[in-house]
């Protein structure tokens, strides 16, 4: 690719960039959500056009009209939201746009040749995948796989893979990078799209850093973490939280017996005792879809408690609303910031009182004073450095680091006795992720009680005092964040050291 | 002098401060915004009204048939034609040119001038009422089909209550009013209430109930103590006199209706923007998952917000009962349910929006008897160019591509800062 330029309005998205990705080579595009990354190999792939600049595909140079032309010139994509239809089985999602019919354009589907294909391709790559499986009960990892075997198929020799360990658990990614390396041996390239810079360092051949729709600088394996965050940021950060010891103090949160059923009616939580202390951080491990949702929304009363207590110094909060529980001095930041954090549609301003908008000072049951909401907007936006235009700007338009931090400023922005944070940095760019763990290590030292709940072992262990680690529905075990990461490892996928454990 | 001097200073960087000005205005112009749009969709109407105009008209069809040998036949019959009809329009919804000179002359009176104004604001103000309440309920995520149904029922319990009571002046008026209020925001209420308790969908409950609603007027005006005394055919007793929205009486119908259309809208304008009630509603309806989790009871909100909407459609009946009508009959309330969905969507689920595009209908409405009787052409013509706006502004991608409007600035900035 060469001189690709690229604007949405006013905003550069792409400015000249030069890329170039040899044969048989990971070439990791490393950079901040919304730097350009994705809108770069979107217009790979042909679903973008660049305004300047050409691609070329061995030395020839091509122009995509849409997919299509890219797949027939080589060039398959997984998203980082799986394009799969949950309802037909693997091969059907497989050969969906490049249907295999007998008799013409409207004849059968030749069902048994695509799945051949399908257990062909699984087979030749070691990409085991269940051609007759439905796509829904397949695990996230497993879907993933469905994904590079359907670029697969298509024969390409670039594979664009647009942040694809973000959904994984670890040993999901360790997985996902063994078959990169395989496919590299097989000769075929594949660009990485990642903001994480560990599986940076543990599979790219060359990395690309991209800041603010620029190259910022190519880098090699070798380079060091901080480093490459630096290139990433713009300036130095630090990976490491920095925090002082804990002070314990009394217990605020106690959780005893707590079963509570998914949407299914499934038993999601399984008899969960928990304590969290004033002055403390309990993380709880695990990895998606153990429990920890369903955990902290039946605390929060947006989920209904089949049995159990759950008392918040002493006060039963089962049976009350979630206005209730937040209003008693609860602050929590929902793991999916989109769809239960933020209202898109609504202004900074707005969304900064979300949960307090009809109490003093903001208002009052009939009335909304915008004058200190705006004030109050302002105010926030200075201390938890939120980076928009104003404070009328809809928060739509803001980058997900910035969406998260007016969630989180909203959160902290009133006394609290609790803080609960589910995957608090998810989708946050470097420079968020550090300001957002900044603010929660702030929030425990002035003795607020505060749980967190990641998938990221790596953030788990940077804030927890203690770790809890979650396994369908329970708690297998509480340990210090000393403990090695092998056995953290071992613990999320269900493995006590004591065999005797209560697994059946 | 020194006003001389005083024009003079500020009037050098003037140029300056112009150019910026008209280089913003032809930049908005072109840019799609909703009001252009709105504009325009009512330009392509009026051109396909057009056209049906002259399809319609068998004499001047028939002069197309020689439209090789003498087009100007042709053309001329069909400009006098489409102009008439058009000129009609405009002078029933706004009046005509020729009775105001008669007025100043004093062959006629001004309430003959006014008369066809009168007749706008008339249709129009019942039109309001059901535009806030679909327009409302829109803002909170519901789709309220219902308004027509709510309607009926503000009809039924405004005219009984003004026909029963017979309590003293003013009084019987506002009791009448508020009873037309209850009786929608009831009807509204129950397709709340199923909405939050049992997730029935709001477009099949205020459907059924629409029907419900019709079946049950048509039943109670022919039932004993209602019916009017002497009457076989299907027509309730008259409100009483006190009862009535006052009106200057004459040819000139419009009623004090209108005016409470005014202070109701704004009154919605202020609930949206600045209650607390308003930003429920608005959080609910934008993100109902995220307003849970910040502690909003969506269900509750669901509920209250059917009522406040049943409430207004419920308010636009009472009007048309105590307004114009005076006596329930099966066709009471006309379609001013129906057309409270075309007018919200016109208006954008705006509040103002809605009142305009409310007054849009009514001189479209008024406009459209004069051209029935004095043009011939059908009134169903009227109601064809107010499905053809609807249209338009439904699809706005489509008078995007007619008139190469580019896509509006702000927009694009958004969606590019929201990707990866």
């Given at each position: 690719m060469r001189g690709i330029t690229k604007r949405f309005g006013d905003l550069?998205?792409?400015?000249h960039i030069d890329i170039t990705v040899e044969p048989g080579e990971v070439h990791a595009l490393l950079?901040?959500?919304?730097?350009?990354k994705s809108t770069l190999m979107n217009q790979l792939y042909g679903l973008l056009h660049p305004d300047e600049g050409q691609i070329l595909v061995n030395d020839e140079p091509v122009v995509f009209n849409s997919p299509r032309d890219a797949i027939a010139a080589g060039i398959g994509m997984v998203h980082q939201h799986f394009m799969l239809v949950?309802?037909?089985t693997v091969a059907e999602n497989i050969a969906l746009g490049a249907e295999e019919t007998r008799g013409?354009?409207?004849?059968?589907?030749?069902r048994r040749r695509s799945r051949r294909d399908v257990i062909d391709t699984s087979t030749k790559y070691g990409l085991p995948v269940d051609?007759?499986?439905?796509v829904e009960d397949l695990p996230v990892g497993a879907q993933q796989r469905v994904e590079i075997v359907k670029a697969l198929t298509r024969e390409v020799d670039l594979l664009i893979l647009d942040e694809?360990?973000?959904?994984?658990?670890p040993q999901e990614t360790e997985e996902l990078l063994a078959v990169m390396r395989s496919l590299t041996a097989m000769g075929k390239s594949i660009v990485f799209i990642t903001h994480k810079l560990k599986e940076v360092k543990a599979i790219a051949d060359r990395i690309t850093v991209v800041r603010r729709g620029r190259i910022v600088g190519t880098a090699s394996p070798d380079t060091s973490e901080d480093e490459l965050a630096a290139l990433m940021v713009g300036r130095a950060v630090s990976l490491e939280v920095q925090k002082a010891p804990a002070e314990p103090g009394a217990v605020v949160l106690k959780i005893d017996g707590l079963v509570v059923d998914d949407d299914r009616g499934?038993?999601?939580?399984?008899g969960v005792d928990l304590e969290v202390r004033a002055g403390e951080v309990l993380g709880i491990a695990g990895?998606?879809?153990?429990?920890q949702t369903e955990l902290v929304e039946a605390v929060m009363g947006l989920r209904e408690v089949r049995a159990g207590s759950v008392r918040l110094e002493g006060d039963?909060?089962?049976?009350?609303?979630t206005k209730k529980i937040l209003r008693s001095g609860v602050g929590y930041v929902p793991e999916d910031r989109s769809h239960d954090g933020v209202?898109?549609?609504?202004?900074v301003a707005e969304n900064l009182v979300?949960?307090?908008?009809?109490?003093?000072p903001y208002g009052n049951a009939f009335r909304v004073d915008g004058g200190k909401v705006g004030g109050n907007a302002r105010e926030r936006i200075e201390q938890f450095d939120i980076r928009c235009?104003?404070?009328?700007?809809?928060?739509?338009?803001?980058s997900g680091g910035n969406q998260q931090k007016v969630v989180v400023a909203r959160e902290m922005s009133r006394p609290l006795r609790l803080f609960i944070a589910s995957?608090?940095?998810?989708?946050?760019d470097v420079g968020s992720i550090e300001f957002i763990h900044k603010q929660i290590i702030h929030e425990r030292d002035q003795g607020t009680a505060v749980l967190v709940v990641s998938s990221e072992l790596d953030e788990v262990v940077g804030l927890a005092d203690r770790i809890a680690v979650m396994y369908r529905g329970r708690i297998l075990a509480i340990v210090s964040p000393d403990t090695p990461r092998e056995e953290l490892g071992l613990l999320m996928a269900g493995i006590t050291g004591a065999p005797a454990e209560g697994e059946k | 002098m020194t006003a001389e001097t005083n024009t003079e200073a500020?009037?050098?960087p003037a140029p300056a401060d112009q150019e910026s000005f008209l280089s913003v205005f032809t930049r908005n112009l072109w840019a799609s915004n909703n009001v252009l749009i709105t504009t325009l969709s009512i330009v392509l109407a009026v051109i396909i009204g057009a056209v049906l105009i002259v399809v319609s008209d068998a004499d001047v069809l028939a002069k197309f048939v020689y439209f090789t040998a003498r087009p100007s036949d042709a053309l001329n019959a069909s400009w006098t034609l489409i102009s008439e009809a058009y000129a009609d329009l405009l002078k029933g919804a706004f009046g005509d040119p020729a009775v105001f000179q008669a007025w100043f002359d004093g062959t006629a009176t001004w309430q003959e001038a006014f008369a066809p104004l009168s007749e706008t604001l008339t249709y129009a103000a019942p039109l309001v009422f059901t535009g806030l309440s679909v327009a409302l309920a829109f803002r909170g995520?519901?789709?309220?089909?219902g308004a027509q149904g709510q309607a009926v029922l503000g009809c039924v319990v405004a005219g009984a209550a003004g026909f029963t009571f017979g309590l003293p002046i003013v009084l019987n008026l506002v009791v009448a009013l508020l009873a037309g209020v209850i009786g929608g925001a009831l009807w509204g209420f129950i397709p709340g209430l199923l909405k939050a308790r049992t997730g029935a969908h709001e477009v099949i409950t205020t459907i059924m109930l629409n029907y419900t609603a019709a079946l049950f007027l048509s039943w109670l005006v022919i039932q004993k103590g209602v019916?009017?005394?002497?009457?076989?055919?299907?027509i309730s007793k008259s409100v009483a006199e006190s009862a009535q929205l006052p009106s200057p009486g004459g040819i000139l119908r419009v009623h004090l209706g209108i005016l409470i259309a005014v202070l109701v809208t704004a009154g919605v304008a202020w609930l949206l923007k600045r209650s607390a009630f308003g930003f429920e509603i608005r959080a609910v309806g934008a993100n109902p998952h995220a307003a849970q989790t910040a502690g909003i009871s969506v269900g509750r909100t669901y509920v209250l917000l059917m009522a406040v909407a049943g409430g207004l459609a419920g308010l636009g009946g009472a009007t048309q009962v105590l307004g114009t009508a005076y006596a329930l009959t099966?066709?009471?309330?006309?379609n001013i349910g129906f057309d409270g969905l075309l007018v919200a969507l016109l208006g954008r689920n705006r509040p103002w929006g809605t009142f305009f595009a409310a007054l849009l209908f009514g001189a479209l409405r008024a406009g459209g008897n004069r051209i029935q009787s004095?043009?011939?052409?059908?009134l169903e013509l009227v109601t064809v160019l107010q499905a053809l706006i609807v249209i338009f502004i439904a699809a706005p991608a489509l008078v995007k591509a007619i008139f190469r409007l580019r896509a509006a600035r702000v927009t694009g900035a958004g969606t590019s800062l929201a990707k990866g």
């Open positions: 550069v998205a792409n400015d950079g901040e959500n919304g730097a350009g949950p309802v037909f013409g354009p409207l004849g059968w589907l030749d051609p007759d499986a439905l694809p360990t973000a959904v994984l658990t499934i038993r999601a939580v399984d990895v998606q879809g153990n429990g039963d909060l089962i049976g009350l609303s209202v898109k549609e609504f202004s979300l949960d307090m908008y009809d109490s003093a235009q104003s404070a009328d700007t809809l928060v739509g338009t803001l995957q608090p940095t998810r989708g946050v | 500020p009037k050098k995520g519901l789709f309220n089909i019916q009017a005394p002497g009457r076989t055919d299907a099966p066709a009471v309330a006309g004095y043009a011939g052409i059908s």
